[in-house]
């Protein structure tokens, strides 16, 4: 049975469609696609069945550590080439994100550690969950990083659950080791991850915009 596939044009959804009327209307790499089974909207170069339409093929650095730089994507996220933005895919829409930079993540660090310091009465227990509540709310964000308008996503581009958020605040007190180690290792990881995001699998980013599908 051929499978219908759906599109979105100028936020419009299209469809349905053969797979040889998506040859004739000309979709690209980037055309968001359905067809029934897909969990969400997904750009045509991620539909193994539609790569032959485009021919897409990904860039290579020569070189002997090669790498590839096309965009990447991870569950609902992409991340795009220019290792600057990543856009969220969500049913409603595509939310488009920039990574937070270091000045916001510090200055955010520093509230924290301020309304950390009143609760720390109870030694570890207060930072702890007020971290993990914070990261694994609806919100996304602790106090200072809602001040700074980031927010902690899980890599998939879905919130982190109390485990998840659990593991990174504990992981955080290790990036604060030997001179803060883990931190600076922000500066050199493609996602700007410090080593608690990396270990839990996690991204910190600002909004820079969305685009809501109308249909």
Not at 42 to 53: F, G, K, P, S
Not at 199 to 211: L, P, S
């Amino acid at each position: 049975m051929d499978t219908n596939y759906f599109i979105v044009r100028n936020s419009e959804k299209q469809g349905p469609y053969a797979k040889s009327e998506l040859v004739n209307i000309g979709i690209t790499a980037q055309t968001l696609v359905w067809y029934e089974g897909l969990a969400n909207w997904t750009e045509a170069r991620y539909i193994e069945d539609l790569q032959d339409i485009f021919q897409y093929k990904p860039m290579h650095v020569q070189g002997e550590n090669a790498a590839q730089v096309y965009e990447e994507r991870i569950g609902n996220v992409v991340y795009h080439a220019d290792k600057m933005r990543v856009t969220l895919l969500t049913p409603q829409g595509e939310i488009y994100y920039e990574y937070a930079n270091f000045g916001d993540r510090f200055v955010a660090l520093i509230l924290d550690r301020l309304i950390c310091l009143v609760a720390s009465i109870i030694p570890l227990v207060g930072p702890w969950l007020y971290y993990a509540i914070l990261h694994s709310s609806e919100g996304q964000a602790t106090v200072g990083q809602r001040a700074m308008n980031i927010r902690c996503l899980s890599m998939e581009g879905n919130s982190i659950d109390f485990g998840q958020a659990t593991g990174r605040f504990f992981m955080s007190i290790v990036s604060s080791m030997i001179f803060c180690i883990g931190y600076l290792l922000f500066f050199g990881n493609d996602k700007k991850q410090t080593l608690h995001d990396s270990v839990a699998k996690t991204i910190v980013v600002k909004e820079i915009g969305r685009k809501k599908y109308n249909f």
